[in-house]
């Protein structure tokens, strides 16, 4: 591939500071894409920032070199549709919002269909080279190996889902020990507009309404003996994914073992544990004995998005779709976020941080990217231009307004902060990293009838929908970005 034309990313305009009032530096741990995109967002408000990255000096079991932003994983930044695909609204959002990531990334595009794949050497490589020639920006190499001393008084943690092991612990004992997941066991979302009504019916066990409840919390899908049957036959069947080397070593809660493994355990296991039937009686067909049930949670606010309950699993994603739809009521499931279980570091952070990504118990220190509860590789970067852009804003002793959580930022940022919905006996790890997805963003009307009048049918609904989201997400999105207390940080 011919070396890329397009110019390098440079600096933009910076804020400027009357001699006599010097400003002490914004720390950031983490150089990856998080604390890259902090970094840069802080550096182009005219705030000095000193960003610690501990490769080379330490390497990870992940990384292979020690340039910033590296991709770790794929280099495929997924779709870049920003009409009717979430991650496509994002990159559009953070191209508005000047990120660096995403001009680095637009600029050592590789051919990849409709999804932003980079060269991921070039991407880094040009990343390294924009902060490293930045003035107001400082590399510094080694491990922050505890809480940042006091002098830091404002501090970005960044250090995504393979935060060091000293690191890991001095956040813990900060912030609890039940507070910091060190490992994921995610359960699937689906969209709640995809659940077929006509076969699931809304009941908690025995009617209990329980704290905030009404008796008819749960989405039920029933299975009768033959349906379940040949759901275990598949399940045991599916192909799995097998963890890497440096995870195979970290232990998964017992009360969170994948479905697969609780299936070995004996046919009816799941009939006794997650999908017991007890409790519940199916309005569809009265009288009729149920034999097993799968049940769905309300996952956010919003009820846009249903948890499986208890379905946490190591089965590929293909093989989740085509498993997972063999359920009654979910033969058209879409999913939000399918499971999961790998070694993470992630926070509980509705409960430990505020809208502003500060630790409640020590807000001189923020948080940025996975460590937050995010997916991916856009969605950490745009957490951190968030917390870049609040760091600055404060350090300035200006008034940070979050993005409208109309927005694909907002939206996230809600997820993150407040959006998941607290069930009482749930526990700590409730909270579940994902991707950005509409489900997050509060509900819109599906226009009925197009441009010329006609009406809108069946699938066709469903990506007007995303349409009118995505325009509603940009518009609001300007009108932040122009907002008074953004222009001076610009």
């Known amino acids: 591939m011919q070396p890329s034309t397009r110019a390098p990313v440079e600096p933009t305009r910076r804020f400027a500071y009357p001699p006599f009032m010097p400003l002490t530096p914004i720390h950031i741990i983490g150089g990856g894409l998080a604390g890259s995109e902090a970094a840069w967002q802080i550096a182009k408000a005219g705030v000095p920032v000193v960003l610690h990255e501990m490769r080379p000096v330490r390497q990870t079991e992940a990384h292979k070199t020690d340039g910033l932003a590296e991709l770790v994983c794929s280099n495929s930044f997924r779709s870049d549709d920003a009409a009717t695909n979430a991650v496509g609204l994002l990159h559009e959002e ?8 995403m001009a680095a990334g637009d600029a050592h595009k590789l051919p990849a269909g409709g999804a932003l794949a980079v060269d991921r050497d070039r991407f880094s490589a040009e990343i390294t080279a924009a902060l490293g020639r930045h003035p107001l920006v400082t590399i510094a190499r080694g491990e922050v190996d505890g809480l940042p001393p006091p002098a830091w008084d404002s501090v970005v943690i960044a250090t995504g889902p393979l935060t060091s092991p000293a690191l890991s612990a001095a956040i813990a004992r900060l912030t609890g020990e039940t507070e910091l997941a060190f490992f994921d066991a995610i359960a699937p979302i689906v969209h709640h507009d995809s659940i077929d009504a006509d076969v699931t019916w809304r009941q908690s066990r025995y009617d209990k309404a329980g704290p905030g409840g009404t008796g008819a919390d749960y989405i039920n899908c029933p299975m009768s003996r033959s349906e379940y049957e040949a759901f275990l036959d598949a399940l045991l069947a599916a192909d799995k994914t097998s963890f890497k080397e440096w995870e195979a070593s970290t232990p998964y809660f017992d009360g969170c073992l994948p479905i697969e493994v609780m299936a070995e355990r004996g046919r009816d296991t799941l009939r006794f544990g997650p999908m017991k039937p007890v409790g519940l009686a199916n309005p569809h067909r009265p009288g009729e004995r149920l034999h097993a049930v799968v049940q769905l949670r309300q996952d956010n606010a919003l009820g846009t998005l249903w948890n499986m309950v208890g379905f946490q699993t190591k089965l590929k994603h293909a093989e989740q779709v085509r498993v997972f739809r063999m359920i ?10 399918l499971g999961g279980l790998h070694r993470n570091t992630f926070l509980n952070s509705p409960k430990l941080l505020d809208g502003a990504l500060r630790l409640k118990a020590e807000p001189r220190l923020r948080f940025a990217g996975q460590i937050t509860g995010c997916e991916g590789y856009v969605e950490s970067a745009a957490i951190g231009l968030l917390a870049g852009r609040a760091a600055a804003a404060e350090k300035l002793g200006m008034t940070w307004a979050p993005p409208p959580p109309t927005t694909a930022f907002g939206a996230l940022l809600g997820h993150i902060t407040g959006g998941h919905l607290a069930i009482e006996g749930d526990g700590p790890r409730s909270f579940q990293p994902m991707n950005v997805n509409f489900g997050l963003f509060p509900p819109l009307d599906a226009p009925t009838h197009d441009a010329d009048g006609r009406r809108i049918k069946g699938k066709e609904r469903g990506v007007a929908r995303k349409r009118a ?11 932040w970005l122009a907002s008074p207390a953004r222009a001076a940080a610009e």
């Open 328 to 337: 009654p009521g979910l033969a058209n499931a879409e999913f939000a976020r």
């Open 469 to 479: 989201l995505s325009a509603r997400a940009l518009a609001d999105l300007d009108r």
């Open 94 to 101: 953070m191209r508005r919002a000047g990120s660096l990531i």
